[in-house]
């Protein structure tokens, strides 16, 4: 298989069928070895943690099929922690999503003379980060990806409406087990015409509390596929 893309927490292959393969890696965002989904770098790596993600994914984009929300998902092999994945385009050169539910992180050090940690953020807030290790993941508009040619205002409208439905499902799944869902990241990419999401929804993307603990990628893992 060719190699196409070596990112910080998977790399890429092209299949011969036309489809992508995804393997995940044991790697995972942080700094100086503590985790935070929205740090732009890898802080540490937790043996097993690449499998853990993979089952992760495989069980919520299963849960967004039988919500009928389209994905790039196709099949995967958890001995292997690969995934096989509809070929889907990236925007510009990679984008990231982020919806908040609660102010923390990123968000404070930015804004934190305006709104305190742990905040809730009603109805939830998306934004989107250029993947841009050296410039630090920069933010853009909507209307700043238009602009730019990245995508049509009524592409960042799709995406953004099926953001807030992923993430309430999400959510509202993770509420059932008496977790609480502060943030998430996606990444979205368009096969033709129409904007889907791609990439994973794992634990190693998304800031979970029980109270008032963050509960750790692999304890976080066990607590959504061992319910």
Same mark, same amino acid.
């Given at each position: 298989m060719k190699k196409i893309y070596e990112g910080k927490t998977k790399d890429v292959y092209a299949l011969d069928n036309g489809n992508v393969m995804l393997k995940f890696k044991d790697d995972c965002t942080g700094k100086d070895g503590v985790f935070d989904p929205g740090e732009n770098t890898v802080g540490l790596k937790i043996d097993g943690i690449g499998k853990e993600n993979l089952k992760t994914s495989i069980y919520y984009f299963e849960l967004l099929k039988k919500a009928g929300i389209k994905t790039h998902y196709v099949a995967a092999d958890i001995e292997n922690a690969t995934m096989e994945v509809l070929p889907g385009k990236v925007f510009g050169h990679g984008l990231e999503v982020i919806c908040r539910l609660v102010a923390t992180g990123s968000f404070i050090r930015r804004y934190g003379e305006y709104i305190a940690d742990g905040t809730p953020l009603e109805g939830g807030y998306v934004e989107?980060?250029? !993947?841009?290790?050296?410039?630090?993941d920069p933010l853009v508009t909507a209307e700043g990806l238009a602009a730019l040619g990245v995508m049509s205002e009524e592409m960042f409208a799709s995406? !953004?409406?099926?953001?807030?439905?992923?993430?309430?499902?999400?959510?509202?799944?993770l509420k059932s087990i008496g977790l609480d869902l502060w943030d998430i990241k996606f990444e979205f990419g368009y096969n033709g015409d129409e904007v889907i999401l791609i990439d994973e929804i794992a634990s190693g993307n998304m800031r979970v509390y029980k109270g008032k603990d963050i509960v750790p990628p692999v304890e976080l893992t066990k607590l959504i596929l061992n319910r």
């Open positions: 989107c980060t250029f !993947k841009n290790d050296e410039k630090g995406m !953004k409406e099926q953001t807030l439905k992923i993430t309430k499902i999400v959510a509202d799944d």
